[in-house]
């Protein structure tokens, strides 16, 4: 059962953030209705993917070597300044057209680092899988885009430092839930 939730909730993700893409005019015609039904399935998803995961029996694929632990906190950094508004307010990235789903990747790979177990692999494996697609899906939507004006490089710097605390809090609520992040 753990198998299918867990399944169930990647491939849900993939609908949800894929929908917009795949049948815009019925999505159009769901209005804002539409917004809430698209953030419900993907909160069912979360919630999916996470009983899943914490449930699946542990299949044992490989295991990590030591450094990566700490490859996997600097990956996280580097994820959570892509997700933050950085982008449109720093001078850094600048014209980068997929910061988020960048940072989503990064994210993902970082995980894949250190997590050698069958559920590890399809939880992060499968969502690492959806950003080339949904990346694939936007472009052919919007094929033509333009960067905004660089920002600040204060504001950079000031994105960095956050990423790195909400990485520290984040690291807090792994061990709340039983997982070391921080290596040994």
Do not use: Q
Request: with cysteine; proline share 6%.
């Amino acid at each position: 059962m753990a198998w299918i939730l867990l399944i169930a909730g990647v491939a849900l993700w993939w609908a949800a953030h894929l929908f917009k893409r795949v049948a815009p005019e019925r999505r159009a015609a769901m209005g804002d209705k539409g917004k809430g039904l698209v953030a419900l399935c993907l909160l069912v998803s979360i919630v999916l993917m996470v009983v899943g995961f914490r449930s699946a029996p542990y299949v044992h694929v490989w295991t990590p070597p030591w450094g990566l632990t700490h490859l996997n906190n600097l990956l996280m950094i580097v994820a959570v300044f892509l997700l933050t508004p950085a982008p449109k307010r720093g001078r850094l990235l600048n014209g980068a057209r997929h910061p988020m789903l960048t940072g989503f990747a990064i994210w993902a790979i970082a995980h894949l680092l250190v997590n050698g177990d069958l559920a590890g692999i399809v939880l992060f494996g499968g969502l690492l899988l959806w950003v080339p697609v949904e990346i694939a899906a936007i472009n052919k939507a919007e094929p033509t885009w333009e960067s905004r004006a660089p920002g600040k490089w204060a504001m950079d710097a000031m994105f960095l430092v956050a990423s790195a605390v909400v990485v520290g809090l984040i690291g807090v609520i792994h061990l709340f839930f039983g997982l070391y992040p921080f290596g040994h």
